[in-house]
């Protein structure tokens, strides 16, 4: 039999920083999604909407699982947070979109681990790989597989690694010895909610995405509503300042890994340099970035609008 022991072991020697196994029951935390998207706060997020009754439990996506193995991969690096930076005219891209884009890089990691699972319990069963853009709650499973607990501004906290983590897991029909969930460590610590410049979290661990700039500058298409437009500042994909008051992430350990470091024209430009930027610059700089989630179009946008607050 495979053991929990077996596989995160190899999680480690492919690459994932830390790997926990929780079981594929129905945790209590993944009822809140529906009362999430009734209030409306996924906005224009149709594909959250549409995959509702999937996102409910692993269970409606793979049937026969009966464990979750969810990996945690630092993508954090020796840049300075966006929050000290005194510089008016300097971009700010979310720390996790410097580098390669994680999807294609971590699915392959998985593939590798979900082979290997299967060379070493050679008796059938199933296994689906999940990065992100799987229907299902990657942060429910991490805290009950005790990577991390969902912390005040809704992100995984690891209490050594902080939140800059990614998360990929692999849904599976083999009944894993489960690891213990993760607890709260935030106490009574409200920095996230004070920082956030656009008031998204609008109570602990609830975050109306409508009004989160990672959601205005990355999901949303069409024009930024007005009233929001001085508060993203020069943020012109993502933002990062929940985490980066975030006590957690204040001694947090940086990757080495060579597909996280930033490349050269996402390294801390300045919102001119990238408004100058040609069709062909841009669309070969978007070349395996997850930055190309926003789309060209969505990035012009908040380039022109960052470079009117600069400048305004
Ligand atoms: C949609 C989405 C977004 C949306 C909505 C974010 C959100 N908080 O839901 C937007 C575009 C805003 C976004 C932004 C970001 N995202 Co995102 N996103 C996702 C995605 C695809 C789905 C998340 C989801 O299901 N949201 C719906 C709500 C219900 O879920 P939740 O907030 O995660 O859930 C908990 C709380 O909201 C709480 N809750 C909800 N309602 C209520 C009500 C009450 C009363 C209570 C008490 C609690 C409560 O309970 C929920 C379950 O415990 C996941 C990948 C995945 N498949 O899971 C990545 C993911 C969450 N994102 C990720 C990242 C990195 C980011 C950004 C940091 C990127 C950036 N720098 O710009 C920001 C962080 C913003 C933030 N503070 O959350 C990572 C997070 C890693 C981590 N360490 O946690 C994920 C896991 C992707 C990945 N595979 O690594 N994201
Ligand atoms: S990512 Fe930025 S805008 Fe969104 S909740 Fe965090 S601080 Fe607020």
Not at 180 to 202: K, M, N, R, S
Request: net charge negative.
């Amino acid at each position: 039999m495979l053991s929990s022991e077996s596989i995160k072991a190899k999680a480690r020697e492919l690459g994932f920083d830390v790997c926990g196994i929780a079981p594929a029951t129905d945790h209590a935390e993944l009822n809140f999604f529906s009362e999430w998207i009734a209030r409306g706060y996924a906005g224009s997020m149709a594909y959250l909407s549409r995959s509702a009754e999937r996102r409910r439990d692993v269970r409606q996506v793979l049937p026969s699982a009966r464990s979750v193995i969810v990996t945690g991969t630092v993508y954090n690096t020796d840049r300075d947070y966006s929050i000290a930076c005194a510089d008016h005219s300097r971009a700010h891209i979310a720390r996790y979109a410097w580098g390669d884009d994680y999807h294609e890089v971590l699915a392959s990691r998985l593939d590798a681990l979900v082979g290997w699972m299967h060379e070493a319990h050679p008796e059938p069963f199933e296994a689906s790989p999940y990065v992100d853009t799987g229907p299902i709650q990657e942060r429910v499973y991490a805290q009950h597989g005790g990577v991390g607990w969902i912390g005040k501004n809704s992100c995984v906290i690891h209490p050594q690694l902080g939140s800059w983590i990614f998360l990929a897991e692999i849904v599976c029909s083999l009944p894993l010895d489960p690891d213990v969930p993760a607890f709260d460590q935030c106490g009574t610590c409200t920095l996230c909610l004070e920082a956030c410049p656009t008031q998204a979290l609008v109570a602990p661990g609830v975050l109306d995405a409508t009004r989160c700039i990672s959601y205005l500058t990355i999901e949303h298409r069409g024009a930024i509503p007005e009233a929001m437009g001085a508060e993203i500042g020069t943020h012109v994909f993502g933002c990062d300042i929940c985490q980066e008051v975030c006590p957690w992430n204040q001694t947090a350990p940086v990757s080495r890994d060579p597909h996280w470091q930033p490349r050269p024209v996402w390294d801390e430009p300045t919102v001119g340099e990238l408004a100058e930027m040609s069709e062909e610059e841009l669309g070969r700089a978007l070349k395996g970035s997850a930055m190309s989630r926003a789309k060209r179009a969505g990035l012009r946008r908040n380039i022109e609008l960052s470079v009117s607050n600069a400048t305004g």
